[in-house]
């Protein structure tokens, strides 16, 4: 059993940054690869960030050159943001495949706005 809790989500300015965090319990993130994704209110959940067990990263092209996905060699992924928008308003969720099992943290929320 897997359990992963996002955190770090809050209200900031256009132009600011936030940095997330997705802790796992009950075992290492290091064999498996890790995303972000987010979604915003009347949106289709979207896939922001990937980071392989190599530490290979993807973005999608709306936050390249913004966003960092990274983490450690325990159990934490990290998401910086750094001049943010306000369509990068979303609920922002952690996610990874455990063999074949699908895991999801519970979302926290990132809101950009004056």
């Known amino acids: 059993q897997v359990q992963l809790v996002e955190s770090g989500g809050g209200l900031v300015q256009p132009g600011g940054s936030l940095r997330l965090s997705c802790a796992a319990s009950?075992?290492?993130?290091?064999?498996?690869?890790v995303d972000w994704n987010r979604q915003a209110p009347g949106k289709e959940r979207e896939l922001v960030a990937t980071?392989?067990?190599?530490?290979?990263t993807n973005y999608v092209d709306s936050v390249k050159g913004r966003f960092t996905i990274s983490r450690d060699n325990r159990n934490t992924v990290y998401l910086q943001m750094n001049s943010l928008r306000p369509e990068d308003t979303a609920v922002y969720y952690c996610?990874?495949?455990?063999?074949?099992?699908?895991?999801w943290g519970q979302g926290t929320q990132v809101t950009v706005s004056s």
């Open positions: 980071i392989t067990i190599g530490r290979t």
């Open positions: 009950g075992r290492s993130f290091v064999f498996y690869a």
């Open positions: 996610h990874t495949n455990i063999r074949s099992r699908e895991y």
